[in-house]
């Protein structure tokens, strides 16, 4: 599934109200007598309600207002919480619980964690997770080289066009995944452009591309996908950069190589931690383009799940595997969203 | 500026334009060439032709494409809905209260789309609810997969809202039911549109979860294109692709402009 670009943006999510100035508030705020208006005061009905019920507001007018929102109160404010919640449990909570469950209770019988056993001595199984694990890395770290390099381009050597570059990666953030491997096959296919340039240019019957239907093929298409959501936070960080900082240390004698390591580099670590937390998440989750290269040899965590409940309709080792799966992700996932706050996300 | 020298300034972007253009442009302007001819098999497609797309707007493939905006829209219009009713409710709880709903709205990004398809067939095959075999397994799906996004957006919307409105509207005597209605949500309007854009766009483009659990007779259109791109037809594949991503960009597109009515109003 495509990941979300424009939220776990750092700096984007900044409160330019979130602290009301005073003199936003001072044509509406008749006086020490309505405390819900001070500045300082929550905003969650519950407290204004109670706020206007016991101020001394002495018109009926007003008392009568009160009371009205006094009766409010009986719902507190978590409440309202509750059926959005409710929802959530039905439709994934539950399900959830039912795949852990299932993975459990292996149809055929035996103990809670006999599929658990078999699963884990299978080959396969074993040799997914270590190509899901290398694939997931090595497309994290190649987006996190190819982001930085080239979001530092768009914003430190402008050049005309570069607004509409970083407009470009925002539309590409909304194509799904598999679009870039179904682009791959025409490109570097054993019939694609690649080689057919090699050929007329050669004279040779075939081209020397054939890596798409290998792990590297994968490696490509994810790390094609996946840079976008690299530079958008590091262009949202180099933005709030003071440019002033690059100008001392470039006056100062400081080469670009070195500008970039002592100054930049730092600033952008912490935009750097929650893009590749992000996308190392999603490339542990990726299916569709391991879906459409269609290599047999390379399986991947979700392929597998893919495969054993729907090819093989074994749900037993489905679940195991989906359960494996998820203790993976989510742990990484609670990892990022640890970065990303700390990064001011 | 970074690099002050003119043989600077051009080896960098000529490193930029190595790297951005094949990787990113190249692969949207292949799908829509090879989307307009029959064969390719040199450096450029040959045998132009239109008929790829005379059949993606007929038959099965139109079929899918109202699947696809009927899914996509009722999904997104869902997820809206529950999204910001917890990115309300969790705006008026404590700290502690806000970062439970953050952390339960939050999980269906992290756990593999394919694994929420599984759970989602697993848990609807069976009665009390018996799903499977129905569209209505498929929306649900997708609503589960995009109101995580739904609700990240708008909570981040609430925060950038300026207390002092919905204050000054208390103050004056509004109700909790008015000020919502007649300050946050206006207010809120553009997250709102540009979340529901967001959610449209992923749903459309949502394969994973889909893949496991599409009936017969609900194809959305990314299955349509691997089951057409699986049978070896790549060129009706891509034009296929080419309408998904028109009418996502259409639709993102409108979207786009409600917003900027919305806030000129």
Known sequence: ?345 | MLVHSKTGRWAAWSLFGLLFLPLFALPLLVVVAASFSTHWSGAFPSGPTAGNYASAVRGESLQALTTSLVTALVASLLALTVGSWAALAAAGLKRRGKRCLDALFMLPVAVPSVVVGLAVLVAFSKPPLLLNGTSSIVILAHTVLVTAFAYQSVSAAILRLDPAYEQAAASLGARPAYVLCRVKLPLLLPSLTAAAGLCFALSMGELSATMMLYPPDWMPLPVRIFTATDRGSLFSGSAVAVVLMATTLLVLLAVSRIRTRATYR
């Open chain 1, 1 to 345: 599934m495509a990941e979300a670009p424009r939220l776990d943006v750092p700096g984007a999510v900044t409160a330019p109200g979130a602290s009301a100035p005073s003199h936003t508030g001072a044509p509406f705020t008749p006086g020490p007598r309505h405390p819900a208006a001070a500045p300082g005061a929550t905003d969650r009905p519950a407290a204004r309600g109670a706020d206007a019920a016991t101020g001394p507001a002495t018109t009926p007018d007003r008392a009568s207002g009160g009371r009205a929102r006094a009766g409010v109160r009986v719902v507190p404010a978590w409440l309202w919480g509750v059926p959005p919640v409710v929802v959530l449990a039905l439709v994934f909570l539950y399900p959830l619980a039912l795949v852990v469950q299932q993975s459990l209770t292996p149809e055929n019988g035996g103990g809670a964690f006999d599929a658990y056993a078999s699963v884990f001595a299978s080959h396969g199984f074993r040799e997914a997770l270590g190509t899901t694990v290398w694939l997931a890395v090595g497309a994290t770290v190649g987006c996190l080289v190819l982001g930085f390099a080239l979001a530092l381009v768009i914003a430190f050597v402008p050049f005309p066009g570069a607004k509409g570059v970083a407009k470009f990666i925002d539309v590409f953030l909304s194509f799904p995944s598999f679009l870039i491997t179904l682009a791959l096959l025409f490109i570097y296919g054993t019939v694609g452009m690649a080689n057919g340039v090699w050929s007329d240019l050669t004279g040779a019957a075939d081209g020397p591309f054939h890596f798409l239907a290998t792990p590297w093929g994968v490696l490509l298409a994810e790390i094609t996908y996946f840079t976008p959501f690299v530079m958008r936070p590091l262009l949202a960080a180099f933005s709030q950069l003071d440019t002033a900082q690059l100008e001392v240390a470039s006056s100062l004698g400081a080469r670009p190589a070195r500008i970039v390591r002592r100054v930049i580099l730092p600033e952008a670590l912490p935009a750097l931690a929650a893009g590749g937390s992000l996308v190392l998440v999603m490339c542990l989750n990726e299916f569709g383009i391991v879906l459409f290269t269609g290599a047999k040899d390379v399986t991947t965590l979700p392929m597998l799940v893919y495969g054993k409940a729907i090819l093989e309709s074994d749900y037993s080792a489905a679940c195991v595997v989906a359960v494996v799966n998820i203790a993976i992700s989510v742990g990484l996932f609670g990892l990022y969203r640890v970065v990303s706050k700390r990064a001011g996300a």
